[in-house]
């Protein structure tokens, strides 16, 4: 079933960011991602669809390598952006992360305050030169998370004093603040209301203009609506990946269909 | 499905009661509640009335030692006996012994007494004397070497009288043990009570239990705890400058850096393993490490907060790992997510989060060793110390010391019946600085507590 996604995969034209080629995850003995092979394309939101366990949050931690904080997890195979091994030798993973953001299925705002949570970022990875600077990259990241109008009163009071739909764009705010390449999505609207959800759906929709944003989710509802790429995962393996159009109106395989039209999972 | 209806036992539907009647098994279990609370409280209630005996007891008998008896009369500083030479040469004032002060003193008290009309009728003059405390020459000696301007005047003074004296006031000694008793006689207490009509003899807020240093049995009134409290504060700033460095780093190393291997695993296990260990073992090897391998001087503060130190890193590496595991683990992620290492992780989002916990760990953990007793005994600090350790910038560590709860143990251990109030009285003092501590921690806790 590999040999099918890669010919889809092959047809598009557009050039990938990340590439992923046989990728294997274990945790201890348990083999969580078997032979994965993906291209997820630049400037585009791509979904990651599949039932509960099925390793698309695990195969989300492997591209900015937070799985390395698990001991146990054990990663093969080759993911590479632009090229670049993220798994080679020299790699660091502080450095690839910074390249590389991620947003987290719970809102998990530092306990500082909004400024803290947006500046910090930039201010380890010495992105700005002075306060002047900082400010500066403070207001365009929470402008982009269309955050900027709600919160600019209030820069200093704590993050976590924010609603969880309100935290959930402070912590995409701080994500982009370090200018990463790719955004990834684990789950981002699974604590928040409706409201909250749509909130941030458009923005991930206005994210796309400037990054390659993976984004895993439960609702295929919302993966039809802010995605262009879609990746089916099943039981560790990568059942297809297709145009989010495609994936919905004409599955390649029956499991697709079956998960997408709510028969399965 | 039909084969389990058929041949499984028969469910019982449940009885359809008027939920207003409690029925037999809601009342069974709200019993057992009843009971269970019952029995909280009683716990609670008995352990309390322990805690309040036990403060009774202490300071019933301790509060007294606070007081002391004193006897003032006028003194005059004779020149002619004291600085026969006439030069105030220091050299010279030296060689007037307390014996000479001890004349000079009894013979003011004996003028004072005539002046005054104080019958000293069945009493020699030596008795007469004797109910000054023998401290009080060698205390009136130091502050007119300290203030040779003093010689030739006449001054007021305020010196002990004896611990049966003292007694006497307090209700300790009555006629009938005076009796028995070689070191007071009745006559005594009677020129005593006339003493106190007159207004001589009195008790009094004594600072000098706070600010002495020890004394011996003969002069139970002149012992104090001063160098009992300077070796407990060395001690206590040497333990915190050791154990909260040395806990800290541990802790993080442990619970965020560390492989977790058999190694790892192992030295968790002995970790609470040591915190287990009797405290009288961690003497011994203080003893045998510190005193006998590397020749560090014995009684000494330094070597106290050294064993101490050894004693308390377990329970301080047990409360800071606590502390750091309750830290939410999507504090680490988010801070790894955005790409800081894992230093600037733990030393900027979880490490501020646990100072709290580790703070109050801390804390009660030294306040813990501000009461340990048994590895003290072990290095010396039970030693009779007459001279207060210098000043800490002055080497004063490494002075002979004693600490407060080692006074509590070697008062309690001596003869005199008058150490008892003065034993109860270094447990009071104890208590304070246990309360203090306690009282910080709390502060701390609120101060650095984040509630966002």
């Known amino acids: 079933?590999?040999?099918?996604?890669?010919?889809?995969?092959?047809?598009?034209?557009?050039?990938?960011?990340?590439?992923?080629?046989?990728?294997?995850?274990?945790?201890?003995?348990?083999?969580?991602?078997?032979?994965?092979?993906?291209?997820?394309?630049?400037?585009?939101?791509?979904?990651?669809?599949?039932?509960?366990?099925?390793?698309?949050?695990?195969?989300?931690?492997c591209i900015n390598r937070m799985n390395d904080t698990i001991s146990v997890c054990r990663v093969e195979g080759k993911i590479e952006i632009e090229g670049e091994d993220i798994y080679d030798r020299r790699v660091d993973p502080v450095q690839l992360r910074a390249k590389v953001g991620m947003v987290f299925q719970k809102p998990n705002p530092f306990p500082k305050s909004i400024y803290d949570n947006v500046a910090y970022g930039p201010k380890i990875h010495g992105l700005t030169r002075n306060k002047a600077e900082l400010d500066e990259v403070v207001e365009t990241s929470l402008k982009?998370?269309?955050?900027?109008?709600?919160?600019?009163?209030r820069l200093a009071s704590p993050g976590t004093g924010l609603s969880g739909g309100q935290q959930q764009r402070l912590c995409i705010a701080r994500a982009i603040a370090t200018h990463p390449e790719v955004l990834l999505m684990d789950e981002p609207c699974s604590a928040l209301d409706p409201i909250a959800t749509a909130q941030v759906e458009e923005l991930i929709d206005e994210l796309r203009s400037q990054f390659s944003v993976v984004i895993v989710t439960h609702s295929m509802q919302q993966a039809a609506r802010v995605s262009q790429r879609t990746a089916m995962f099943h039981l560790g393996e990568l059942v297809e990946i297709d145009a989010t159009e495609t994936i919905f109106t004409n599955p390649s395989h029956k499991k697709t269909q079956d998960y997408i039209t709510g028969r399965y999972g | 499905m039909s084969d389990i209806i058929a041949t499984g036992a028969a469910v019982p539907a449940r009885p359809k009661n008027s939920i207003l009647v409690e029925?037999?098994?809601?009342?069974?279990?709200?019993?057992?509640?009843?009971?269970?609370?019952?029995?909280?409280?009683?716990?609670?209630?008995?352990?309390?009335?322990?805690?309040?005996i036990m403060l009774w007891t202490i300071f019933s008998d301790g509060v007294s030692a606070f007081r002391q008896a004193t006897l003032t009369f006028p003194v005059t500083l004779d020149a002619a006996k004291l600085d026969p030479q006439g030069a105030r040469n220091p050299a010279d004032l030296v060689k007037v012994t307390t014996v000479g002060y001890g004349t000079l003193l009894t013979t003011a008290f004996r003028a004072h007494l005539q002046e005054k009309g104080v019958s000293t009728e069945g009493l020699d003059d030596k008795a007469v004397g004797d109910m000054i405390s023998k401290a009080a020459p060698a205390q009136l000696r130091d502050s007119v070497l300290a203030n040779p301007s003093l010689i030739g005047t006449t001054k007021d003074i305020s010196v002990y009288a004896t611990g049966r004296i003292d007694g006497f006031l307090k209700g300790r000694v009555t006629m009938q043990t005076a009796e028995r008793d070689a070191n007071v006689s009745p006559e005594q207490l009677q020129l005593a009570d006339r003493l106190r009509e007159a207004g001589i003899l009195k008790l009094q807020f004594n600072s000098g239990f706070l600010?002495?240093?020890?004394?011996?049995?003969?002069?139970?009134?002149?012992?104090?705890?001063?160098?009992?409290?300077?070796?407990?504060?060395?001690?206590?700033?040497?333990?915190?400058?050791?154990?909260?460095?040395?806990?800290?780093?541990?802790?993080?190393?442990?619970?965020?850096?560390?492989?977790?291997?058999?190694?790892t695993d192992l030295i968790e296990v002995n970790i609470s393993n040591l915190a287990a260990v009797p405290s009288i073992v961690f003497g011994i090897l203080g003893l045998a490490i510190f005193i006998n391998f590397a020749g560090l001087p014995q009684s000494s503060?330094?070597?106290?907060?050294?064993?101490?130190?050894?004693?308390?890193?377990?329970?301080?590496?047990?409360?800071?790992?606590?502390?750091?595991?309750?830290?939410?683990?999507?504090?680490?992620?988010?801070?790894?997510?955005?790409?800081?290492?894992?230093?600037?992780?733990?030393?900027?989002?979880?490490?501020?989060?646990?100072?709290?916990?580790?703070?109050?760990?801390?804390?009660?953990?030294?306040?813990?060793?501000?009461?340990?007793?048994?590895?003290?005994?072990?290095?010396?600090?039970?030693?009779?110390?007459?001279?207060?350790?210098?000043?800490?910038?002055e080497g004063g560590v490494?002075?002979?010391?004693?600490?407060?709860?080692?006074?509590?143990?070697?008062?309690?251990?001596?003869?005199?019946?008058?150490?008892?109030?003065?034993?109860?009285?270094?447990?009071?003092?104890?208590?304070?600085?246990?309360?203090?501590?306690?009282?910080?921690?709390?502060?701390?806790?609120?101060?650095?507590?984040?509630?966002w």
């Open chain 1, 1 to 61: 079933m590999n040999d099918m996604s890669t010919a889809e995969i092959a047809a598009t034209t557009a050039p990938a960011k990340i590439t992923a080629r046989n990728v294997q995850v274990y945790y201890g003995a348990t083999h969580a991602i078997k032979n994965v092979s993906v291209d997820i394309l630049d400037k585009a939101v791509t979904a990651f669809i599949g039932p509960s366990g099925c390793g698309k949050s695990t195969f989300l931690r």
């Open chain 2, 23 to 52: 029925d037999k098994l809601m009342k069974k279990r709200n019993a057992a509640e009843a009971r269970f609370k019952a029995y909280g409280i009683a716990a609670i209630a008995i352990s309390l009335a322990t805690l309040a």
């Open chain 2, 301 to 393: 503060s330094l070597v106290g907060a050294l064993v101490i130190t050894l004693m308390t890193l377990p329970t301080i590496i047990i409360a800071t790992r606590a502390a750091l595991r309750a830290v939410p683990p999507s504090i680490r992620d988010a801070a790894l997510g955005v790409g800081a290492s894992k230093m600037q992780t733990v030393f900027h989002h979880v490490l501020p989060l646990a100072a709290p916990g580790i703070l109050t760990g801390t804390i009660l953990g030294l306040a813990s060793a501000l009461g340990e007793t048994a590895p003290l005994l072990l290095i010396g600090m039970v030693a009779f110390v007459a001279n207060y350790p210098a000043g800490p910038l």
């Open chain 2, 398 to 451: 490494m002075d002979p010391a004693t600490a407060l709860p080692v006074q509590v143990y070697s008062w309690a251990a001596r003869s005199d019946p008058a150490f008892i109030e003065r034993s109860s009285g270094a447990i009071i003092v104890l208590l304070f600085f246990l309360v203090v501590m306690n009282a910080i921690a709390i502060l701390l806790r609120r101060r650095f507590e984040r509630r």
């Open chain 1, 144 to 153: 982009k998370a269309a955050l900027w109008n709600e919160v600019k009163d």
């Open chain 2, 211 to 263: 600010t002495n240093t020890d004394a011996s049995d003969q002069r139970p009134e002149a012992s104090g705890l001063g160098v009992a409290i300077i070796g407990s504060l060395y001690m206590m700033a040497l333990v915190a400058l050791m154990v909260l460095p040395v806990g800290v780093a541990a802790s993080i190393y442990l619970e965020e850096f560390a492989p977790k291997n058999r190694f």
